[in-house]
């Protein structure tokens, strides 16, 4: 059964270095989302993008944040300048179309710690 | 504005039992979709459940069904028949039509502990 893979499965960086997560969406889904979950609290929309650019992005979303389609499979998040509070298990997810009953595959995560 | 809660942070059940996670909603949407997720401790997002707003009759997925009551803006998960492997987090989330992309609201999340 196809899944959306990510990699790292755990980053460790320290504050101020940028870092990139990386994503393989399912192959025949069109719409990708990054969602980020700070332990033990709600997991939190980050953005949505589709057709090579972003249709939705949350307030968490800054300038520090960008996402990437770099080719026909991978789907980035990258986070220029880590603060202490980016440390968070972060989900890449896939979803065929738009209407409400696609559902959204969710990837394993990366947990990201900034120290 | 989309929101979800979930009122119970946690609740133990019996091996073999039913058990009942709460969900409610509130949004001005006219069409969503409400979805439920696993989250077992290894930290993985599963997919368990969906139910279209439109959708006359409750969804089921083998064990999980979802009781949906519209009016009263409630989506709740019934697990059928608890295993030792349906210990984890259960959120319950909440998407909209939207031209380009739907976004899950999700709410805080019910940890359920099952007892042998």
């Known amino acids: 059964e196809p899944e959306v893979t990510q990699t790292p499965s755990h980053q460790v960086t320290q504050m101020g270095q940028e870092v990139i997560l990386r994503c393989v969406p399912i192959?025949?889904?069109?719409?990708f989302y990054w969602y980020r979950q700070i332990l033990g609290q709600k997991v939190e929309f980050l953005v949505s993008?589709?057709?090579?650019?972003?249709?939705?992005k949350s307030e968490i979303f800054d300038d520090q944040f960008s996402v990437e389609r770099p080719d026909g499979s991978n789907f980035t998040l990258k986070i220029r300048s880590t603060k202490l509070e980016d440390s968070a298990m972060y989900f890449c997810?896939?979803?065929?179309?738009?209407?409400?009953?696609?559902?959204?595959?969710f990837g394993p995560g990366t947990r990201l710690l900034v120290l | 504005a989309q929101k979800i809660t979930q009122t119970q942070p946690g609740m133990f059940v019996q091996e073999k039992e039913a058990v009942t996670l709460d969900c409610t909603y509130d949004?001005?949407?006219?069409?969503?979709?409400l979805f439920w997720y696993k989250q077992p401790s290894s930290g993985e997002m599963i997919f368990l459940i969906y139910?279209?707003?439109?959708?006359?009759q409750n969804a089921t997925e083998g064990r999980y069904s979802l009781n949906f009551q519209k009016a009263r803006k409630s989506a709740n998960l019934v697990i059928s028949a608890s295993q030792l492997g349906d210990s984890a987090m259960y959120f319950c989330a909440m998407s909209r039509i939207k031209a380009a992309g739907n976004k899950l609201t999700f709410g805080g999340g019910t940890r359920v502990l099952v007892k042998p």
């Open positions: 949004t001005s949407d006219p069409s969503y979709g």
């Open positions: 139910q279209g707003s439109y959708d006359q």
């Open positions: 993008f589709y057709n090579n650019e972003i249709s939705e």
């Open positions: 192959s025949n889904h069109l719409y």
């Open positions: 997810a896939s979803s065929v179309g738009t209407r409400a009953q696609e559902t959204q595959y």
